[in-house]
């Protein structure tokens, strides 16, 4: 390398005296530098014919390479430092449908400032399958729902939210003047999570019926929110969805709080394999947590 860098500060200053001094070096090992590349490369780079130094047209074409070999050695080598303080790299976020409504753009555009080299790979995956992909290592983090299994498994509160009442327009909740409650919920057409697919949305409605001692009228099961919202729209029945749903404005569906139900119930957590050493992903956490607040 100290050859290829001799040679374009010969070539750019066009005097070994002016080359040397850049080099801080003496001009009698530069000019042997340049004797043992040409050695090498069996051509001559410079033309000694005459007082000036001039480039060969051998010279030319080797400067030209020469600079990008350098500026590639200068990448790497800046490349290598940034690595183990994560500045670069790749991150691969497991992420829920939920998630992606509103957190996770957060989450994006915060890296893209704080981490521009660093390259996120986003993987939609219901919260068991993020779980199985961190212990695989198949993702780094995970913005699942709660609550993380596994030994090795760290998981952090990102944000909560509450549950809102999705009504069809001209739904008599959707029309009243008052807030409805969840009682109001007894025996009403009710669009449901699915107990596998969608468990800990199931879970904090079955638990909050069960609490308030009523039983809507189910007539779908279902995993994704959207899907919800659409069935809601077309009627089948009303729905509980979080409030990060409002982003998605569908016409003809109206969200409302409900009077009665905790401003906390939907939890989002950030959870990450504690044995994984990628500097990327310590560095990512912070930015997630920021994004968070």
Do not use: C
């Amino acid at each position: 390398m100290e050859q290829l860098e001799s040679f374009v500060a010969v070539a750019e200053e066009r005097h070994f005296g002016r080359a040397a001094q850049r080099l801080h070096i003496t001009q009698p090992p530069l000019s042997r530098r340049i004797h043992l590349l040409e050695e090498e490369l069996r051509v001559e780079l410079f033309d000694r014919s005459h007082r000036a130094v001039k480039l060969t047209s051998a010279g030319r074409v080797f400067l030209v390479d020469a600079r990008k070999i350098l500026k590639l050695a200068q990448d790497a080598a800046l490349s290598a430092q940034r690595t183990p303080r994560g500045e670069v790299g790749v991150v691969a976020i497991g992420f829920t449908a939920g998630s992606a409504y509103e957190f996770l753009e957060k989450v994006v555009g915060a890296a893209n400032t704080e981490l521009p080299e660093v390259e996120l790979v986003l993987k939609e995956m219901v919260t068991p399958a993020q779980l199985e992909a961190l212990h695989s290592g198949t993702i780094d983090v995970g913005l699942i729902r709660p609550p993380a299994t596994g030994a090795d498994i760290t998981s952090r509160l990102l944000t909560s939210e509450p549950l809102l009442a999705a009504l069809p327009v001209g739904h008599r909740l959707a029309v009243a003047a008052r807030e409805p409650t969840i009682a109001d919920f007894d025996n009403e057409r009710f669009i449901g999570y699915s107990p596998s697919e969608a468990s800990y949305f199931y879970e904090i409605l079955a638990s909050e019926f069960r609490r308030a001692g009523i039983r809507p009228d189910y007539t779908q099961y279902v995993s994704q929110i959207h899907t919800m919202l659409a069935m809601v729209k077309a009627e089948l029945g009303v729905a509980l969805v979080p409030t990060a749903a409002r982003i998605l404005h569908l016409e003809g569906v109206v969200l409302r709080p409900v009077d009665g139900l905790a401003p906390n119930l939907v939890a989002l957590h950030a959870a990450w394999r504690r044995s994984n050493d990628n500097p990327a992903l310590n560095a990512l956490l912070p930015v997630i947590r920021r994004a968070a607040r």
